[in-house]
Every structure is written in C-alpha cells, then in structure tokens.
C-alpha cells in the first residue's frame, strides 16, 4: 500500500498480506504517528478510492479527526500522485530485480528500496528538493547508498576472539551474503546470507558491486571502430572490416623479393599517398586591450624638446649652449648674456615644474 505526501513528495511502503481493513487501518496508523513525529504536523486530510469506502475507516478518521476523500469510479487521474507512485515503483522492482537476477518472491525487498532511493532523489514535481529533507527538515547523507543484490561479506560477531556463532577461530570472519536494502537506524544494512538464506542486519559490511551492467556492446581495441574513419581520402564504415595499410619511402622500392617472402605483408594495401598528419592548432595569444599612456614627465620632456628645437630655429643662443640646457649649469659673469641666462633658466622651470625656490 504505497502512501505519498502531496506537500513534498514522500513516499511510504506498507507491505501487506491482505487488503482487509485492520490491515489496512494498522498500516496508515503507523505512517501517522511516524509522520507526526518526524513533522511535528497533525494529518488533516487523505485521498483514496473507492476500495477504502468501509464503515472502519469512516470511524477510524472521525476519531483521529481527518477529512477523507475518495475519488469518482474509474477516475485514477483525481489520484494522481499515488498513481504515478504505483507505476514508477513497479518499474523499478522489474529493473532491479532483472538486474541482481533475484526471484520474484523478492519483490517487497526491491520495492522498499526503490521507495527509499527515491526519496532522495529530487522529484519532477520538485525539481531542486529532495523529498525526505524536506518532508523531515533536516539534511540528508547519500554516502551508505550501495547497489542492490550486490556481492558482500557481512563480519561474523565476536567476543573474545570466539565466534557468537560457535565456531572455531581458524573460521573465516566473513560470510559472503547479497544485499537486500536498508535497516532502521544509520548504516544498518538487511543482507542475506548466500549459502542459509538467513536474513539479518548487519554495519560491517564490505561491498564487490562490480563493473555496471551496459546494454550497449562493448567495444574491444581489436573490434570495429564506433566512427567513421578517413584513411587516403577514403571513408571506412563502421560495417566494413578494417585492413591494415602501410607506407614505402622511396628508399625502400628497391626491397629483394625473398624479403618479401619472408613476411605476411604481401596482401597488405598501399596507399598511393601517405597520411599526412595535420600540425596541431596553436591557441591564439591573448592580449591586453588596455591602451599604453605616457606620463606626466614624458609629456613634458617633449614639450622642452619642442621648445628647444623652436629655439635652434629662431637663432636663439641658449639652444646652440650645452651648459644652459641642463638644470646644473652655471652663470657667466659676462652682463651681456646674463640676461638671456635668465630667460633660459625661467622657462626651464616653467617646462618641468620646478619649484620657484630652486
């Protein structure tokens, strides 16, 4: 009897004997008070067909004070949810049972495990939440997740280097068992043991899952290429066997015939042209789009030279003196020249910015 919560997508599995009411009633009753315990929420409503139209459970849903619905005859679609439930459920006990090759009598074990797996999957109803954390509130943990039926060895119990189980210490540890789903608590697992049949719980426990099962063929170095492949200017089907081919130098035309016999490359094609081999790509270099500025000091060194070409223009004297161009230069005691001296030593500190107590 599967349950959905139609606020999160949770899903519950009750695996019944029968479909009376008392089992059906004791079922629901214990998904209630789990329910109500791991939300701190009352149930106030339920949705079922008609099967469920029976004086018990009008009773029972009176007393707990729950508002029951049922659906029109032949109308699953009012119940959808559930529905879908049932479906994808069943599907899944068909894979994972084909997939571990169990019997069908495992059908329930399959089933509680689909639901439990799928209850920390995120939903197509809820596409970014994960149905148990947001039906429960708390984060959930996927690492304890294994694959079903898979080859395990389950550690035998001891207590003072003896087996609980009677036997020697020269008996291995481990009893190879398959497993079967999850048990209550954290990392509990139900497995079974292989040779006895025996179900029980166990958490030392180690896993051979083994290599995934494919349903595409599996493809060898030595068997047909997946892809097309171009040798010489021609294409190789994926149907066509693949001939080996070889290339000659012109250095080795000249080969003796019993070298040829000595070998098994006589069937072999020659291509008329050797594959030539493409030069790899080389990735093209980035580069700053950043525009270089020049600074304030080369902006007006420049404008100086300017001025000092203008100047060897015009005749001007302090341009042809090497001793007025630099900032050290030094005075003559001549009155004549002092005067252009001035003018010189003036616009140099206009031009570089010196400071007028220099």
């Known amino acids: 009897m599967p349950i959905v919560d139609g606020g999160t997508s949770y899903k519950h599995g009750a695996y019944l004997s029968d479909k009376s009411d008392s089992s059906t009633i004791a079922a629901f009753d214990a998904f209630r008070i789990e329910a109500e315990s791991l939300t701190g929420r009352k149930v106030h409503r339920i949705r079922t067909d008609r099967a469920y139209e029976m004086s018990a459970w009008k009773d029972y849903c009176q007393h707990h004070g729950i508002i029951h619905e049922f659906t029109a005859p032949y109308s699953s679609a009012q119940n959808g949810l559930a529905e879908r439930a049932i479906h994808t459920t069943m599907d899944d006990v068909r894979t994972l049972l084909r997939d571990s090759s169990l019997h069908h009598s495992y059908w329930a074990e399959a089933a509680s495990y689909s639901v439990h797996t799928r209850n920390l999957i995120p939903s197509r109803r809820h596409p970014g939440k994960i149905p148990l954390q947001s039906f429960t509130g708390k984060r959930q943990d996927v690492s304890y997740l294994r694959v079903f039926g898979a080859r395990c060895w389950a550690k035998i119990p001891t207590v003072h280097g003896s087996q609980v189980t009677g036997g020697s210490k020269l008996d291995p540890r481990g009893v190879e068992c398959r497993l079967l789903g999850y048990a209550g608590g954290r990392g509990n697992y139900k497995v079974q043991d292989v040779e006895s049949n025996q179900v029980f719980v166990s958490r030392d426990v180690v896993f051979e899952e083994g290599q995934p099962h494919r349903t595409l063929p599996s493809v060898g ?93 015009t005749g001007e004297e302090w341009t042809t003196n090497t001793q007025c161009s630099q900032a050290g230069m030094t005075l003559s005691s001549s009155s004549v020249n002092q005067d252009d001296y001035i003018a010189c030593l003036v616009e140099t500190k206009a031009s570089h910015n010196i400071p007028h107590s220099y």
């Open 221 to 313: 170095e030595n068997t047909i290429p997946l892809f097309d492949v171009a040798i010489g200017g021609e294409t190789i089907d994926a149907g066509e066997p693949v001939k080996q081919v070889e290339t000659l130098n012109e250095g080795d035309k000249n080969i003796p015939e019993s070298h040829d016999n000595q070998h098994s490359h006589a069937d072999q094609l020659i291509p008329a042209e050797a594959i030539q081999q493409t030069e790899p790509i080389q990735p093209e270099i980035r580069r700053s789009s950043r525009t270089v500025k020049p600074s304030t000091g080369i902006l007006q060194s420049r404008e100086y030279q300017q001025c000092e070409e203008i100047g060897r223009h």
